[in-house]
């Protein structure tokens, strides 16, 4: 944090700034949201100063990490690549191989660093893979049993979760927003202190059936009363395997009554939350924490990083080449189409032109380049192209909205890669 500048050898902090300092450390969401985005921009921009230090600045100058990936088996080697790499705060060069075994082309000016970290998350939390799992809401958290998945024994399992969490880190240094459906309860293990552990109050967003319904208002259970056929155990089932286990001592023969349901839902919820998911949050805290230290993520809660794209402020805020403009035919009947798709499909159409489903958390007057839309001549029959080094949208002449709108679906749809521009 900027209090430890003076310790770090920079000059003394003025009072004032030792203050705004000790807010943003002890109460970080007294300070607005825009300020804190800033805040760590500039802790992000001040440690890639102190990394490259002595560099020219050209993104092919400088040290950097080379990868040759597989796009088929793009986990595997990016595994292979770069979990052992001591410093991942260097830039990485990448480039793909495409089904064919050919390198794809294009130039890695930053479009297809943005492409590979976002199709390697994509991969990495793919519930097929093991390392994660759905809940009932379809979101992702840390499989309990990924001992028990073929390739993952305790120490393997381990180094997986610090990768995947050294490169998820790597996509937030280098700007990105990688849209991943992240259990809440898991992403609040990121910013809690100590080793991450949770209480009672996130049981909710893990296993909303394990809570007990209300009774009536008319009723009250006494301790005397209560008879919840439980005891002090739990049962786990994970890939066809079932295990008993005890939540304290002797606890297979302690039934749970009225006394002492409170420390039984309190053990159950240490369980499901803390023990049986440590090992695998740690490692992957420890992987993020090598690009970004705890106390830069505790400026931030979770829900501030869902936003849907914002037709209107992407529209304020782009450019156009090639003989379109604001008013040009092609260009009003494009805006009309993306204000009728949904939000999934506005989401394929900013990945497809920036590489990211995701907007700048401060609207898309930070997108680096510029949300551009350039003229690809007067072919009724040509498919929309994009170069997501430069956030460019190469739009051909269709000023019909239905033709116009079923090229844009098929382009954004079709899952190409790279190569398409």
């Known amino acids: 944090m900027p209090a430890a500048s003076a310790e770090e050898g920079g000059p003394p902090l003025a009072t004032t700034e030792l203050r705004c300092a000790a807010i943003l450390q002890e109460m970080p969401f007294a300070v ?7 805040v760590l921009q500039s802790l992000i921009a001040r440690d890639k100063s102190e990394n490259h230090r002595g560099e020219q600045g050209h993104f092919l100058l400088g040290p950097q990490i080379e990868v040759l990936v597989r796009r088929d088996y793009i986990y595997e080697d990016a595994f292979e690549k770069l979990a052992d790499e001591p410093n991942l705060k260097l830039r990485l ?5 495409n089904v064919a075994g050919l390198e794809e082309a294009g130039v890695d000016g930053g479009g297809l660093l943005r492409e590979f970290l976002a199709e390697l998350m994509k991969t990495a939390f793919d519930p097929n893979r093991g390392l994660f799992q759905c809940m009932h809401d379809r979101r992702l958290y840390p499989n309990p049993a990924v001992g028990r998945v073929p390739g993952y024994d305790s120490g393997q399992a381990t180094r997986h979760y610090g990768f995947v969490g050294r490169l998820l880190a790597k996509a937030l240094y280098e700007g990105m927003l990688v849209e991943l459906p992240l259990a809440h309860f898991f992403l609040a293990k990121w910013v809690a202190p100590g080793r991450g552990d949770l209480d009672l109050h996130h049981l909710a967003s893990l296993e909303p059936a394990r809570l007990p319904k209300p009774s009536s208002s008319s009723r ?25 286990e005890e939540l304290k001592p002797g606890g297979s023969s302690i039934a749970v009554t009225g006394e002492n349901r409170i420390e039984y839902m309190h053990l159950l919820a240490d369980h499901l939350l803390n023990t049986q998911l440590r090992q695998q949050c740690l490692a992957f805290r420890k992987g993020m924490e090598e690009l970004l230290p705890g106390h830069w993520l505790r400026l931030f809660a979770p829900h501030e990083l869902q936003s849907p794209v914002d037709v209107d402020d992407l529209r304020e805020h782009t450019h156009y080449e090639g003989g379109y403009s604001p008013e040009h035919p092609v260009i009003l009947a494009f805006w ?7 939000e999934r499909q506005r989401r394929l159409l900013l990945k497809f032109v920036t590489s990211c489903s995701r907007p700048p958390l401060l609207g898309f007057k930070d997108l680096v380049p510029q949300f551009c839309i350039h003229s690809a001549g007067p072919e009724p029959g040509r498919l929309p192209t994009a170069s997501t080094c ?10 019909d909205e239905t033709q116009l709108r079923e090229k844009l679906l098929y382009a954004i749809e079709s899952g190409a890669g790279f190569e398409l521009s």
């Open 336 to 342: 009309k189409v993306l204000a009728g798709f949904d």
């Open 220 to 244: 009250r259970i006494t301790a005397t009363s209560l008879t919840l056929n439980l005891d002090f155990t739990v049962v786990t089932s994970q890939l066809g395997h079932s295990e008993v």
């Open 32 to 38: 607005p949201f825009p300020v804190r985005v800033r």
């Open 93 to 97: 060069r990448v480039q793909l191989v």
């Open 390 to 399: 430069m956030n460019l949208l190469k739009l051909p002449e269709i000023k």
